[in-house]
C-alpha cells in the first residue's frame, strides 16, 4: 500500500465573476462510477444552471481519470480543473464547477482562469487528507491506568476512534504502519508495563496531512 492525497468529503465555494455565477463543488470517489454518480447529483441540483463542467482522478495511480466542458468552448472548463486536480496530486477526487451565465462572455482565456480559478479555491478549503497505510492497535489497561493511557494517546500521532468499557478499558487507535513498532514500545514503556496491546490488519485511514 501507498499513501496518496484525496479530498476527504464534500466542499462547495462559491464565486461571481462578471455576473456569471460559479459553483464549485469536490467530493472523494474511488472508483469511475463513484465520480460519475457524483457528477450526476451535482448536475440535477443544478438542473437550470448552464453548465456543469467537471474533471476527476478516480483511481490511486493517476490512470483513471475524465473532464467534460459541458458546452463551453473546448480545452476551457473541463481541462483547467483537471489540471488543479493534478498540480495539488490529488486522487480519488471529483470536482464539478456549475456556471450560470450571468450575460457577459469571458472569451477562452477568461473562461479558463474562472473554472481554474474557481477549482483551485475550492480546494484550498477543502478537507483533504493523507490516506497512509495504517494499523488498528488495540491497548487495553485497568480503568485506574486510563487516565495515563489518554496522556500516552494525546502525546503520539494517532487517531482514537473507539473506546470499549468492560471488566477493563481498551482503546482502539488507528496508526500509520511505520509507526507501530515505536508506538507498541513506547505505550509499554509509558505505562511501565501495565498495558496490553494488540495489532490489527493494515489499510489505508484518511489522516490529516503532516505539517
Known amino acids: 500500500m501507498q499513501s496518496y492525497l484525496s479530498v476527504c468529503s464534500e466542499s462547495t465555494h462559491e464565486k461571481v465573476i462578471e455576473r456569471s455565477r460559479f459553483i464549485a463543488r469536490c467530493a472523494h470517489a474511488a472508483g469511475e462510477d463513484a465520480a460519475r454518480a457524483f457528477v450526476a447529483a451535482v ?16 483511481d490511486r495511480a493517476g490512470n483513471l481519470l475524465r473532464f467534460s466542458d459541458d458546452g463551453e468552448p473546448q480545452g ?8 488543479v486536480i493534478r498540480s495539488k496530486k490529488l486522487f480519488e477526487t471529483a470536482v464539478v464547477v456549475t456556471r450560470y451565465f450571468g450575460g457577459i462572455k469571458l472569451g477562452a482565456g477568461g473562461l479558463v482562469r474562472a473554472y481554474a480559478g474557481a477549482a483551485a479555491e475550492l480546494l484550498a478549503e477543502a478537507d483533504i487528507r493523507e490516506f497512509t497505510p495504517c494499523r488498528d492497535m488495540s491497548l487495553t489497561v485497568s480503568y485506574e491506568h486510563y487516565d495515563a493511557l489518554r496522556r500516552y494517546l494525546s502525546s503520539r500521532a494517532c487517531t482514537v476512534k473507539d473506546t470499549r468499557y468492560t471488566d477493563k478499558v481498551c482503546v482502539i487507535a488507528a496508526v500509520r504502519s511505520a509507526d507501530v513498532p515505536a ?11 501495565r498495558v496490553v496491546c494488540g495489532e490489527g490488519e493494515e489499510y489505508l485511514f484518511p489522516f490529516p496531512p503532516a505539517k
Open 183 to 193: 508506538f507498541s514500545a513506547g505505550a509499554v514503556d509509558f505505562m511501565g508495563g
Open 76 to 83: 476551457t472548463a473541463g481541462m483547467p480543473i483537471l489540471e
Open 43 to 58: 448536475r440535477a441540483e443544478h438542473s437550470l444552471a448552464t453548465h456543469n463542467c467537471f474533471a476527476f482522478v478516480a
